[in-house]
């Protein structure tokens, strides 16, 4: 039976397509054999379990060392130091099934009842203590969502570990080596570390640590090398156009390339490999994930609600730019989740598919209400798009449904034109056509891209607050946009987030005439 592409849970190499651990960890290996601490820290699902877990198991079958993986992912409720070290150290004596070649069958029952006599205060020392005895040989330990703990219960959980490093200088009487894993780097907590907030002075809390490192996402070359997997096991081709557009959606974000190849294989083709993989299938695969928002989507999305995120989110999406002295902090925690990157100074969110899912997300209570309140398709004209159509009907919905208590239910205040419109333009998805939203924050723009029966309308949305401070540098970045769409027409949309100023005059469309280009004015 073929593999699949696996987008739940660790993947297994028996049943999964999955790159090597060396290739994912190439200097791990090394820190191990020099018998370094070390952290290891990147957004959620970009592979980290797999590759540790791959290792762990390549590390035992060679018989040199032994080693052990382990999440501490269930001790995140406890509050109480003693408890929360109880539980980790239980964690460890739990998992000893499945380690019966390396520890031996009656190791379990054995370090269960050693563990009794361990006292909170040291029972995680003593437990890797036992165990690195036990094995008799270099003794390595790969700790998991190691950032699920919190203040109290992570310091003391480091402070065991450098106690333990420090103190057992013997051979064999503490792990020689370990990994710290997490979503975020541990260097955050060092605050926590020592009284009044002293730290250590290292990168990281405790200072037997060597290096912090990352598992970046796929490179190019290594997402087509997954997907030749598929095709060297069953004969079914990704077309080059499919692969391009693999790559343009999913940057390389781990679940999404595996996301994106499972619902063309299994969803469109049904598992028929004589069927090649095109672009078109690319494309219903992208939409198909964003409109099911998935479990990794929906968890990486309540992030904008977090007070760390939620103002460079709506930064971003009202187009303005942000202070990054005074967000530093903030933009560091959100490019660490996933959710956004840093391209060459301009903070953006990391993929086209989280964009797509970032706009949809926090306008689907607009969505739900526009829905409810226009009819679909009545902009479309002998198969084509009326955009003027469409952009003076935004301007009477937006007149008759923007009121002051529409703006002040809404999490996102600045930004509600900018979902209102987004929302209404999702229209003319549903109708069949294309919405690509391109937006970051220190470029001074919220790009939407229309497509619709093959031909593309550039719309671009501003603040009225924001166009009046440089209107030629708003004219500049549209013309820009049309001509990255190679288009000679664009819609530069003026929204007046004063609610309590009287409709006339607010409302106005003006063509603007740049050569041969076109800009529409369209004031809200």
Not at 138 to 151: A, G, I, K, M, Y
Not at 477 to 490: A, F, H, I, P, R
Request: charged share 25%; with cysteine.
């Amino acid at each position: 039976m073929a593999r699949w592409f696996n987008i739940a849970g660790p993947c297994l190499a028996d049943k999964h397509y999955m790159l090597p651990a060396a290739e994912r960890l190439p200097d791990v290996m090394s820190l191990i054999r020099k018998e370094q601490y070390f952290l290891v820290h990147s957004p959620r699902q970009c592979g980290k379990t797999t590759a540790f877990r791959a290792l762990m198991r390549e590390i035992n079958a060679k018989g040199e060392m032994a080693a052990m993986y382990c999440s501490v992912e269930a001790v995140q409720p406890y509050r109480d130091h003693d408890k929360a070290m109880v539980a980790i150290s239980d964690q460890l004596w739990t998992d000893l099934d499945q380690y019966v070649r390396v520890f031996g069958a009656a190791a379990k029952e054995e370090l269960s009842k050693a563990v009794k006599s361990f006292p909170p205060s040291s029972i995680v020392k003593d437990t890797l203590k036992w165990l690195s005895q036990r094995a008799g040989k270099p003794f390595v330990v790969f700790f998991d969502e190691v950032d699920c703990l919190e203040r109290e219960v992570l310091v003391g959980f480091l402070r065991q570990l450098r106690n333990g490093r420090i103190g057992n200088a013997e051979p064999n009487t503490f792990p020689v080596s370990m990994a710290l894993i997490g979503l975020r780097n541990i260097r955050d907590y060092k605050m926590f570390v020592r009284p009044e907030g002293q730290s250590t002075g290292e990168a990281s809390p405790f200072n037997v640590i060597t290096k912090a490192m990352t598992i970046g996402l796929f490179t190019e070359t290594e997402m087509r090398e997954l997907y030749r997997q598929h095709t060297d096991e069953t004969g079914q081709v990704f077309e080059e156009e499919a692969l391009k557009k693999a790559w343009k959606y999913s940057c390389g974000q781990p679940w999404l390339v595996n996301a994106l190849a499972r619902w063309c294989v299994e969803e469109i083709h049904r598992e028929d490999f004589t069927k090649p993989v095109t672009g078109a299938d690319m494309d219903a695969a992208k939409e198909a994930l964003i409109r099911e928002r998935g479990t990794h989507l929906d968890s990486l999305m309540e992030k904008a609600y977090d007070p760390r995120i939620r103002p460079i989110v709506e930064r971003m999406l009202v187009g303005e730019t942000i202070d990054r002295d005074v967000q530093k902090d903030n933009i560091t925690y959100a490019i660490e989740l996933g959710l956004l990157v840093d391209d060459r100074g301009a903070i953006r969110p990391a993929n086209p598919i989280y964009a797509e899912t970032i706009g949809r997300y926090l306008s689907r209570g607009t969505q739900d209400d526009i829905l409810s309140k226009t009819q679909e398709n009545v902009w479309v004209k002998d198969g084509r798009l009326d955009m003027p159509g469409l952009m003076k009907s935004f301007q009477e919905f937006w007149r008759e449904n923007a009121t002051p208590d529409a703006f002040l239910s809404q999490n996102f205040h600045e930004a509600y034109p900018h979902f209102v419109l987004q929302a209404f333009l999702q229209r003319v998805v549903n109708g069949g056509g294309q919405i690509i939203r391109e937006m970051a924050i220190n470029r001074g723009r919220l790009d939407l891209g229309v497509k619709f029966g093959g031909e593309t309308f550039a719309v671009e949305v501003k603040t009225a607050a924001l166009y009046a401070k440089s209107p030629e540098k708003a004219h500049e970045q549209v013309l820009k946009y049309m001509d990255g769409l190679g288009v000679s027409e664009g819609w530069l949309v003026i929204a007046d987030t004063d609610v309590t100023k009287p409709w006339e005059g607010k409302i106005s469309t003006e063509d603007m005439d740049f050569g041969a280009k076109t800009v529409h004015l369209v004031r809200i």
